[in-house]
C-alpha cells in the first residue's frame, strides 16, 4: 500500500515538476 501510494505520489510531482519547468519561462519573464 504504501509503495504504491509512494509511486503515484512520485509520478504527481513529476508532472507537476515538469509543468512548472515548462512554465518557467513566463513566470521568469512575468517576475
Do not use: F, H, I
Amino acid at each position: 500500500m504504501l509503495n504504491v501510494y509512494l509511486l503515484e505520489n512520485d509520478a504527481a510531482l513529476r508532472m507537476l515538476y515538469w509543468w512548472g519547468a515548462c512554465d518557467g519561462e513566463t513566470k521568469k519573464m512575468s517576475v
